[in-house]
C-alpha cells in the first residue's frame, strides 16, 4: 500500500497537535455513542459527528477525501468499513461500526468503535469484544515489542485465544498517521515474514483490525466506497490513533490515553508533554 515511502516521525509539540485532533474524534465518538439507537439514520449519525467536529474548530479528515461524501465512515452488519451514510434506519441488533477522523492544525486523529444494538445477538457482542481486545493487544505492543510486525501478533494471538475462528480482514489494514490520514508505514492485522520497521519515539500509526464472523473475503460495493464481507457474515472494526515517545506509548484519540485498558495489559501510559494540553 505504501511501498517504501518514507515514514513521517513526529515531534513532541507534533503529537501534542494530534493529541487534539485525536480528542476532538473522541467527543464526536462519544456523541454518537450516546445517540446511536434503532430508528436513527447513519445520516443522523453523520450529523452528530459533523457538529462536535465543527464546535471545537476542526476539520473532518474523512469529508472530500477521494471525493468522500460524509464526516464518517458508518458500516452497519455486513459491511466492514467505509460505508456512506444516508437514509438507512438502523434496527434492534443491527452491527454498528462508527469510523471518525478530524484534523486541527494540519494534524490528524482518526478512531472507530463498534456497537451491537439492543436485542443483538450474543455472537455479535462476542465479534465485537474480541475485536476490541485484538486492537488494544496491538496497541500495547508497540510499548513491548521491537518492530512493527509484533502488532500483527498480537491481533492473531487474541483472535485464537478467543477459540472461535474470526476472519482477520487483510485487504484493509493500519496505517501511519499525521500530516495526512493514510502514511507510511501499513500496520498489518496478521503475522507476516516481514519485520515492518523498528519502534522508535515519534512513530504515530492507526491500529485497527477488522474480524469477521465467517470468511475474511471482502468485496466493494457499486458506490466504491463500502466493503463488504463476500459471505454476508457480520463484521467488527475497532481503531485508535497511538504515539510511540520516549518514555513509552500514548493513544491520542482515547480520552484517558488509554490508562485504564494498557494497564490490564502491563503497559503504562507515557503522555508525551501532556502539560501542554
Given amino acids: 500500500?505504501?511501498?517504501?515511502?518514507?515514514?513521517?516521525?513526529?515531534?513532541?509539540?507534533?503529537?501534542r497537535a494530534m493529541r487534539r485532533a485525536g480528542l476532538v474524534v473522541a467527543q464526536a465518538h462519544a456523541a454518537v455513542r450516546a445517540a446511536v439507537a434503532p430508528g436513527l439514520t447513519t445520516?443522523?449519525?453523520?450529523?452528530?459527528?459533523?457538529?462536535?467536529?465543527?464546535?471545537?474548530?476542526?476539520?473532518?479528515?474523512?469529508?472530500?477525501?477521494?471525493?468522500?461524501?460524509?464526516?464518517?465512515?458508518?458500516?452497519?452488519?455486513?459491511?466492514?468499513?467505509?460505508?456512506?451514510?444516508?437514509?438507512?434506519?438502523?434496527?434492534?441488533?443491527?452491527?454498528?461500526?462508527?469510523?471518525?477522523?478530524?484534523?486541527?492544525?494540519?494534524?490528524?486523529?482518526?478512531?472507530?468503535?463498534?456497537?451491537?444494538?439492543?436485542?443483538?445477538?450474543?455472537?455479535?457482542?462476542?465479534?465485537?469484544?474480541?475485536?476490541?481486545?485484538?486492537?488494544?493487544?496491538?496497541?500495547?505492543?508497540?510499548?513491548?515489542?521491537?518492530?512493527?510486525?509484533?502488532?500483527?501478533?498480537?491481533?492473531?494471538?487474541?483472535?485464537?485465544?478467543?477459540?472461535?475462528?474470526?476472519?482477520?480482514?487483510?485487504?484493509?489494514?493500519?496505517?501511519?498517521?499525521?500530516?495526512?490520514?493514510?502514511q507510511a508505514p501499513e500496520v498489518l492485522n496478521y503475522r507476516t515474514r516481514e519485520r515492518g520497521p523498528r519502534l522508535r519515539a515519534g512513530l504515530c500509526v492507526a491500529i485497527e483490525p477488522m474480524l469477521t464472523r465467517g470468511s475474511r473475503a471482502t468485496r466493494v460495493l457499486g458506490d466504491d466506497w463500502t466493503v463488504v464481507t463476500q459471505d454476508g457474515s457480520r463484521a467488527a472494526h475497532w481503531e485508535h490513533t497511538v504515539a510511540i515517545g520516549p518514555d513509552g506509548i500514548w493513544v491520542l484519540t482515547a480520552p484517558d490515553g488509554g490508562a485504564e485498558r494498557l494497564a490490564a495489559l502491563g503497559v503504562t501510559v507515557a503522555p508525551w508533554g501532556q502539560d501542554a494540553l
Fill in 1 to 15: 500500500m505504501f511501498g517504501r515511502e518514507r515514514i513521517e516521525y513526529k515531534t513532541a509539540d507534533q503529537v
Fill in 43 to 182: 445520516a443522523d449519525l453523520d450529523a452528530i459527528a459533523a457538529e462536535v467536529i465543527a464546535q471545537a474548530g476542526a476539520v473532518p479528515s474523512f469529508l472530500g477525501y477521494y471525493d468522500y461524501p460524509a464526516t464518517l465512515c458508518v458500516s452497519v452488519n455486513d459491511e466492514i468499513v467505509h460505508g456512506i451514510p444516508g437514509p438507512r434506519v438502523l434496527e434492534p441488533g443491527d452491527v454498528v461500526s462508527v469510523d471518525c477522523g478530524a484534523i486541527v492544525d494540519g494534524w490528524h486523529g482518526d478512531a472507530a468503535f463498534t456497537v451491537v444494538l439492543p436485542d443483538g445477538d450474543p455472537a455479535d457482542l462476542a465479534l465485537s469484544d474480541v475485536t476490541e481486545q485484538a486492537m488494544w493487544a496491538g496497541v500495547a505492543s508497540l510499548a513491548k515489542g521491537e518492530r512493527l510486525n509484533e502488532v500483527g501478533d498480537a491481533v492473531e494471538d487474541v483472535v485464537a485465544a478467543s477459540g472461535t475462528p474470526y476472519g482477520i480482514v487483510q485487504e484493509y489494514v493500519g496505517h501511519g498517521i499525521g500530516t495526512a490520514m493514510h
